[in-house]
């Protein structure tokens, strides 16, 4: 007997403001290997369920979410996201409740100083990489992790309000980002560094050092993911 069910969604760009997500209705499934069939050809046999053509560049990406059933908790067990394509991109397997033992280095798809795009509740926002999830070491070292740690932290650009986002939902920008905005995260990265001293410092842009706790910088912070449904909303 199954006891776990998948969730499939799409995430959509909304044309008219690309920094805007909206999420489809949702699939349902009662096997991951099923789940994954459905995202593999999303585009083609589901484009119904997001009111756009099979060649909509308006689709950004899938996500599923594996739950366990038959639990008077909402308690998520794994979450996977997809590019458009179907191509599965990255996998966050820290339940809701468990312990996280550190992200391999491997399979950290970004680096301090990246620039990068991040789905933080509702909008897709630009950004650049302050530090990056726990690796399995770090982990160690705390004696316990948990499902916060697989995250990346993000200065988010304008507004410049430091994210914690989920791993599987901080992607590679699809489009070309202008130098001067580069420029402008990379300094404000420095200034965030420089002007947070109860803050350890993330490690230079390209190097591969140990990064610490997050402490209190005195910035705005918040931890997202993908966007909430109606019903979660009503909630």
Known sequence: MNDRLFVLSALNTN??????LQQSRPLY???????????????????????????????????????????IFQ??????VFSAEGEELDCSIASDDG?????????????????????CGEHLNLGIVLQRPLTEKEVARKVSGKVQDDCYTILSYPSLDVDYVQSPFVFTPKGQVDNDVCAYLHEAMDAYIVHSPKTSKPEKPGESGNSGEQGDSGMNKKRRGRPKSNKEKKK
């Open 99 to 119: 312990q996280f033992t550190g992200r391999p280095e491997k399979l950290q798809r970004h680096k301090v100083g990246d620039i990068v795009e991040a789905t």
């Open 29 to 71: 499934f009662s096997s991951l290997k099923q789940a994954q069939i459905a995202a593999a050809c999303f585009r083609q046999a589901y484009s119904f369920i997001y009111e756009c053509g099979a060649n909509s560049k308006s689709l950004y990406c899938l996500v599923l979410e594996e739950y366990e059933m038959d639990s």
């Open 15 to 20: 044309e008219e403001c690309p920094g805007e």
């Open 75 to 80: 308690l998520k067990l794994s979450t996977r």
